[in-house]
């Protein structure tokens, strides 16, 4: 199973487009961590691979992040991570 950001270079099937989004909520004494989204990446990896894996895939590739920092009024911030890729399979693992 693997996840990149680019294409690869040798055949594969395409088994369709996924996507998740995760979030994490900063309290006022977590502002400093606004640009804090590791945790949010390796969240979004693990969710992809689980999609693809529910697809029967080999993996994603094209995989582009999209991270957004979200206020609510005086409240929390959020920081919010869209992922997302497609999903393929080698020609030789068809069944």
Known sequence: MFLTTGDIDRSYVILGIINTTVK????????DQVDDFDD???A????L??????????????VRFVPQVVEVGAGPKYLLLHAYGTAVKFPHQIK
Do not use: H
């Open 40 to 42: 949010l990446f390796t």
């Open 44 to 47: 979004a990896k693990t969710k």
């Open 49 to 62: 691979l689980d999609k693809a894996i529910g697809k029967n895939g080999a993996g994603v590739i094209q």
């Open 24 to 31: 994490k909520s900063l309290r006022a004494d977590e502002i």
